[in-house]
């Protein structure tokens, strides 16, 4: 069955209200163009996945088990860096030591299936958003196109710099945290973690962090359907702040300020960016409603 975007552009017509006459196109053939878009992305990313699981072994001993290692370039990066602003040893960290382990036959198979998959996911993320794009395109006026020219581009590099950052910096800090963390005085606890555990708080960790960089897309789009405004932004920065430090607080291992300010400044940055991007939206639709009063 097949549809021309003609139909597909009337049927989001009716959605919005905006019924025109001879508007054919169905709910049905509606999910069929969305079946399409959905299969051609999942075809993609089980080919991305099948290239990443025949690397799966360099990808777990140079990427995966980097974190969890002394010689992770976070560690010594950032211990250079306070040594340079006269700081001490106030952002090295303690010593890193994570031993995993198995428990099914199975493990070591299913992590790497999991890991082919995540990594498929980060590498296709820009061809997801691709398919995403196509399908809501005929929905979209021609300003409303026009306003989200390169936005494909701009979602891929906020959820990459995400990414970077859960790997690169909140990785390091909360398996450092946890490894060193000890519960009881006796010393009768040992941290032994799961290799699913581990690849699974690994990827939560980059995608969580790659979606949550996805703030001021997110803003730029709920402040365009009028959800979300400058002044509702401003309203609650300060508990967005307390909420900022309270997650910095307890996922860096040490109590001082310089390590938990590290965290916290992109998450705080993010934030008002997203609400400069709410302000310009809002000026623009005043601006907008004016012109047609």
């Known amino acids: 069955m097949s549809t021309t975007t003609s139909e597909r552009k009337a049927f989001f017509k009716r959605i919005r209200g905006k019924e025109t006459e001879g508007a054919e196109m169905s709910f049905i053939d509606h999910l069929e163009v969305l079946r399409w878009h959905l299969f051609r992305s999942a075809i993609v990313l089980i080919v991305v996945a099948i ?6 072994d360099w990808i777990f001993d140079n990427i995966i088990l980097a974190p969890s290692r002394n010689s992770f370039i976070t560690y010594s990066g950032l211990c250079n860096l306070g040594h340079r ?14 031993s995993l382990q198995g428990n099914t ?25 691709w398919e995403l794009w196509r399908f809501i395109k005929p929905a979209l006026s021609p300003k409303e196109i ?4 390169g936005s494909i581009g701009w979602v891929s590099l906020c959820f990459f710099t995400g990414a970077a950052f859960g790997y690169f910096l ?14 009881g005085k006796l010393g009768v606890y040992k941290y032994l973690p799961t290799l699913d555990d581990y690849i699974d708080t690994l990827t939560s960790l980059i995608l969580g962090c790659g979606l949550a960089f996805e703030l001021p897309v997110l803003a730029f789009v709920l402040s365009k359907l009028g959800l979300i405004t400058p002044k509702f932004l401003k309203n609650y920065r300060k508990y967005a702040y307390v909420i900022i430090l ?3 607080a307890v996922i860096t291992p040490s109590p001082d300020w310089t390590s938990q300010t590290i965290v916290a400044v992109p998450l705080i940055i993010l ?9 310009r ?10 012109q047609w009063d």
Not at 105 to 129: E, T
Not at 281 to 288: G, I, S, T, W
Request: with cysteine; hydrophobic share 55%; aromatic share 16%.
């Open 85 to 98: 602003l006269h700081l001490g040893d106030s952002l090295c960290m303690p010593p890193v030591d994570i």
């Open 146 to 149: 026009s306003y989200a020219t």
């Open 246 to 248: 309270i997650i910095a």
């Open 271 to 279: 934030y008002e960016i997203s609400i400069f991007i709410s302000k």
């Open 281 to 290: 939206v809002d000026k623009q639709r005043v601006k907008a409603e004016a």
């Open 170 to 183: 909140l990785a390091p800090f909360t398996f450092n945290f946890l490894a060193n963390f000890q519960l």
């Open 105 to 129: 036959v199975s493990g070591p198979f299913m992590s790497a299936i999991s890991i082919s998959f995540m990594g498929a996911i980060i590498i296709a993320f820009p061809y997801l958003m």
């Open 51 to 56: 290239v990443v699981f025949f690397y799966v």
